[in-house]
């Protein structure tokens, strides 16, 4: 990652004044993770209590042209729209941090968009100049988001990952999240969380050897624990 962490650093001596998140406190709980890590199962799990609600925007099945963007880049294989559609991205994850409870689990964040934008730029699908364009807009919802009261992320092995894509049965992701690719998402996730302000607790929990049950249980606990 020793690029991106380069052009990182160039666009915050560029933007001095986005170096620093200056976001306010808010409620709810962030979780994050990698495809087919099982956090939107474990969060569906516990709104079944009725104690918990899960936080997501569709824009991203909702908006025709995130439809087309799908489209260019899974299925077709063509990366140029990959800088409008993460763009974009950061205002939908942002949007969906808004007016938030202590009972709201927000699925997925910005976060999640610069891990897979840093590893788009390192496997080439996006040139230097368009991931520090994303990175400054990255910066500034940065600054803009509300901050969760703990940030949550899931992983688990990249082999394990990809037996659950599978079995999932969505043939564009099996063409494009290899193990490979998952493993390195992975660890793209790690650098992605240098931008959460210290203060803000976070819990990592690996669900590799986890069923669905016990991962849902092991997020209930780390809630309890904030």
Known sequence: MWLAERLEAEVIAE???????LS???????????????KTTAIEALTITGKWARAYNDAFSRVQRFSKYHTSL????????????????????HLQTIGLSERDICDQ???????????????????N?????????????????????????FRCDGPIARERLVARGREH??????????????????????YLPDGVPR???????????????????ALNET
């Open 15 to 21: 933007y001095p004044q986005l170096g620093t998140a």
């Open 24 to 38: 306010p406190q808010g409620r709810y709980v962030q979780l994050i993770g990698h495809p087919c890590s099982g």
């Open 74 to 93: 899974l299925v077709d294989r063509d990366p140029h729209n990959y800088l409008a559609f993460q763009i974009e991205g950061l205002l939908v994850r």
């Open 109 to 127: 964040s910005h976060f999640s968009i610069l891990a897979y934008s840093r590893l788009l730029l390192e496997r080439g699908q996006l040139s």
């Open 129 to 153: 100049a368009h991931y520090q364009s994303f990175f400054a807009n990255f910066l500034y919802f940065n600054k803009l988001s509300p901050l969760p009261r703990v940030m949550v992320r």
């Open 173 to 194: 992701e099996q063409n494009v999240y290899t193990t490979d690719f998952l493993e390195h998402l992975d660890q793209s996730y790690s650098h992605a969380l240098r």
């Open 203 to 221: 819990k990592l929990i690996d669900t590799t050897g986890l069923s669905t049950e016990k991962a849902a249980a092991s997020l209930l606990e």
